[in-house]
């Protein structure tokens, strides 16, 4: 079995102001860092635990005291898996933005901008650059994240069978090569 994945890696400077428009739209929210996990959240406590261990945090958005909204936040030297073999450290003064979602019967409301946005101004004072991948078929979150301010930065294809990585590529127009090393000089 051959297992092909496509991605788009993205990124936004962090600089005071630079909200997204809609998100004063949005019914009041209130969006803080997860210190336990709670009803709702598909990560059981032990997967918390690993992943607050490896230096992750999670933010969480209630709307009216109920969960709407959540996502992980990796800080600088923290390496992430992207997609098969393909890693990324985060740079120092950056963050990576992984793991988000948003309830099914709470979607296309604008919360997860909200929550982007949330996590943004958290970051404001420690970071400058925030970055974050996505599926190239999830069409949703690729338009959430582009009202948010966050820019194309180079897409990538990765191919393995059986498990093992037979191949990634990143491009960006007719700049083709190995993914990895576009991966080694983000933040650079």
């Known amino acids: 079995m051959i297992e092909i994945k496509s991605g788009i890696f993205l990124s936004q400077h962090v600089v005071d102001g630079a909200l997204s428009r809609n998100a004063s739209s949005i019914a009041p929210a209130r969006i803080v860092e997860a210190d336990g996990t709670e009803p709702g959240l598909p990560v059981s406590d032990q997967e918390f635990l690993r992943r607050t261990r490896q230096g992750n945090r999670l933010f969480q958005m209630h709307v009216d005291n109920q969960l709407v909204s959540w996502g992980w936040v990796a800080g600088p030297g923290t390496c ?109």
């Open 80 to 188: 992430i898996g992207i997609l098969h073999d393909l890693y990324l450290t985060v740079p120092d003064r950056a963050f990576y933005i992984w793991d988000c979602a948003t309830i099914p019967e709470c979607r296309g409301r604008g919360y997860f901008q909200m929550l982007l946005d949330g996590i943004l101004s958290v970051h404001r004072s420690t970071s400058t650059l925030a970055l974050v991948a996505v599926d190239t078929r999830n069409a949703a979150s690729r338009r959430a994240l582009g009202k948010a301010g966050f820019r194309f930065g180079f897409t990538y294809i990765s191919v393995r069978t059986l498990g093992l990585g037979l191949f990634s590529v990143a491009f960006k127009g007719w700049r083709v090569s190995r993914a990895q090393p576009w991966f080694d000089r983000i933040g650079r």
